[in-house]
């Protein structure tokens, strides 16, 4: 599965938009890509997930450019809640690799009053 | 959906002993994972339980030491043996029913080994 490369920290405040870019420069024609999130004492959390051009659920969109090898998670209007740590994942639609997930290093999201 | 719940959530125990966790899932799943996470850092996983094979061992992971069982479709155990402080961690279970699917994760059990 393809290495994911996501910045370590962001800041950003209440009410704005944020975008999280992640590298995944070696993704193969049957990966996809996911986001998950993850709050302190607790276990990662499903946001999104896409295998090209934009995916929008009620909580974040995915955008994802013709040549797949990035993708944006962005989340409109952050709140303090939001404050956590996001990891972007590559996956194998086949099942290659057993199904597993392997996580990166993550982003973690600070949002300020 | 389906909801993960492990036992126990946290633990002390002595070095030199072992301990149990137990991942019960409210569904049945194909795929169980086990995974480890230090404080602050991101999660590494141990191994694959998934139904009806034996489990698969990630690089520095080895059966001796973290030999895992699935009896069936909604539950798997993951036994730390023989443990010293490095194994002192977050240990959590997660589960998803296909290759693209969502996977769920347990809320994680807190071992520390003194």
């Known amino acids: 599965l393809a290495k994911t490369t996501q910045p370590i920290s962001m800041d950003s405040y209440e009410g704005q938009e944020v975008n999280i870019t992640c590298s995944h420069n070696?993704?193969?024609?049957?990966?996809?890509i996911t986001w998950y999130q993850q709050f302190p004492s607790q276990g990662p959390r499903f946001i999104i997930q896409?295998?090209?051009t934009k995916v929008t659920n009620e909580v974040a969109s995915l955008f994802i450019p013709a040549d797949r090898k990035s993708s944006t998670l962005s989340l409109p209007r952050v709140s303090l809640s939001d404050t956590a740590v996001y990891y972007c994942?590559?996956?194998?639609?086949?099942?290659?690799?057993?199904?597993?997930?392997?996580f990166g290093k993550g982003t973690k999201l600070s949002v300020k009053p | 959906s389906a909801v993960i719940s492990q036992k126990p959530s946290r633990d002390i125990c002595q070095r030199g002993t072992s301990l149990t966790i137990q991942c019960q899932v409210d569904?049945?799943?194909?795929?169980m994972f086990w995974y480890r996470q230090q404080p602050g850092q991101s999660l590494t996983l141990i191994a694959t339980a998934n139904q009806g094979s034996e489990a698969t061992y990630e690089s520095g992971f080895v059966i001796d030491k973290f030999p895992i069982s699935r009896p069936n479709l909604t539950f798997s155990t993951l036994t730390v043996s023989n443990m010293s402080p490095e194994d002192s961690s977050i240990y959590l279970c997660?589960?998803?029913?296909?290759?693209?699917?969502?996977?769920?994760f347990g809320q994680g059990t807190r071992l520390t080994v003194v």
């Open positions: 896409g295998y090209k």
């Open positions: 997660s589960a998803r029913d296909g290759p693209n699917t969502e996977a769920f």
């Open positions: 569904s049945q799943v194909t795929m």
């Open positions: 994942l590559v996956g194998a639609l086949d099942g290659g690799s057993q199904g597993n997930l392997i």
């Open positions: 070696n993704i193969a024609t049957n990966d996809y």
